[in-house]
């Protein structure tokens, strides 16, 4: 598994798609530091690419690579090799190669300007999407046979994640505002994972005081060692179950 790890990388690290999505972050990283006149309005700044940008490119990326190295798979398939070392090693090379684009395009500028905390946390929530929207493409590339069909499935993925669950929940909670449904917004939040990125990373420079009782709330909560590690367990989840599911599908379909 190692060498076939070690191929994809190459493979995946060569591509020009990586590089101009390395490039891209570390130009804006730097240009927003340099424009923004505090640290943490950079970091807002920032969490808005982390929250939308970096998900749409991890997911058609890996949806497309997937799919585009298909008789390269069929290939190994063919050859005295596990099911489950070909997958894992295909796993494991879009992360790295997306995670180590990210880690430079964004993780070096926030090192550099703002070595706190709240950028490690910045670093390692961005990461995380990574593996989780990494592992939702191959959930879908792996069930829809057609690219065009698996294309359209995971943007529409994408588009609930990080826009429609949100407007779901605003509109809930105006529907419900004569309630107390403060503490449910801590449930709603676990099954989102970008919104538990979002509010992990706002608690972290203090954005919270905005939000109202809501924020007190999630800080008291999200805010705490316990709620934290509460919070990476979470997280962890919303990669392994896909994974999982990606895996155990892999191994038995029909190449």
């Given amino acids: 598994m190692n060498k076939l790890f070690k191929y994809i990388l190459v493979d995946i690290l060569r591509n020009k798609v990586i590089l101009f999505y390395t490039l891209a972050l570390l130009l804006i990283s730097f240009s927003v530091f340099n424009i923004s006149d505090s640290p943490e309005k950079a970091i807002v700044s920032l969490?808005?690419?982390?929250?939308?940008?970096?998900?749409?490119?991890?997911?058609?990326?890996?949806?497309?690579?997937?799919?585009?190295?298909?008789?390269?798979?069929?290939?190994?398939?063919?050859?005295?090799?596990?099911?489950?070392?070909?997958?894992?090693?295909l796993l494991m090379g879009l992360i790295f190669s997306l995670c180590t684009a990210f880690l430079i395009g964004t993780g070096i500028p926030l090192l550099l300007f703002y070595p706190v905390k709240a950028s490690v946390l910045f670093i390692v929530t961005g990461m995380v999407l990574t593996l989780i929207f990494s592992a939702f493409a191959l959930v879908v590339a792996v069930y829809a046979g057609d690219k065009a069909r698996g294309i359209g499935i995971i943007l529409m993925v994408w588009f609930y994640f990080t826009m429609l669950y949100d407007g779901l929940v605003l509109f809930l909670m105006f529907q419900l505002s004569d309630y107390p449904i403060e503490k449910a917004m801590i449930t709603l939040a676990c099954f989102n994972p970008v919104d538990l990125v979002r509010i992990l990373n706002l608690l972290q420079i203090d954005v919270s005081a905005i939000m109202g009782y809501t924020g007190a709330i999630f800080k008291d909560y999200f805010g705490t060692s316990t709620g934290m590690f509460f919070a990476g367990v979470i997280l962890l989840g919303w990669f392994m179950l896909p994974a999982f599911v990606a895996t155990r599908r892999f191994l038995k379909k029909d190449l």
């Fill in 47 to 89: 969490l808005n690419i982390e929250l939308i940008v970096l998900p749409l490119i991890c997911s058609i990326f890996s949806t497309i690579y997937f799919y585009n190295s298909s008789e390269f798979i069929e290939l190994l398939t063919a050859q005295p090799l596990r099911r489950g070392f070909i997958f894992s090693g």
